[in-house]
């Protein structure tokens, strides 16, 4: 199984409870032809750089997913049935860049929590009338 982020593209949409029901209709999909939805998140509503067979707006939704790899051509033909969704974009995860940038996270994190402690520990050391050291 391969992960794939999804940009759903829901137009005529006004209301949540609409917006929910096209979103299960759509992932319900993926789920019929043997993967799993990991996460969604609803990107809210942009208007389209030109109108597009007449529609000028959209609620964009993305959903990230697992899948076989030789399933994705079945999942964009069914999608083609599927009236509610009027555009989907599916692009493969790249796990060494995801992984990449979960490091950088954590180390950046790391690096605040020190220079947090860093602080905390001066503004001890100044509350207790000594003078601070330089780490």
Do not use: H, W
Not at 14 to 28: F, P, S
Not at 40 to 45: P, R, V
Not at 63 to 79: C, G, N, Q, T
């Amino acid at each position: 199984m391969k992960k794939y982020d999804a940009i759903y593209i829901f137009v005529g949409v006004t209301k949540d409870d609409v917006l929910n029901a096209n979103l299960e209709k759509a992932l319900a999909e993926v789920t019929r032809i043997g993967g799993t939805v990991l996460s969604t998140e609803s990107l809210g509503k942009r208007t389209f750089a030109r109108a597009l067979s007449k529609k000028e707006s959209g609620v964009y939704v993305k959903v990230r997913m697992e899948l076989p790899a030789d399933r994705i051509e079945e999942l964009i033909k069914r999608y083609r049935l599927v009236e509610e969704v009027f555009r989907v974009q599916i692009l493969a995860v790249d796990e060494r860049r995801e992984a990449k940038i979960a490091a950088e996270r954590t180390a950046r994190a790391d690096r605040a929590s020190r220079k947090a402690a860093a602080q905390q520990q001066a503004a001890e050391a100044v509350a207790a009338g000594e003078t601070p050291t330089e780490a």
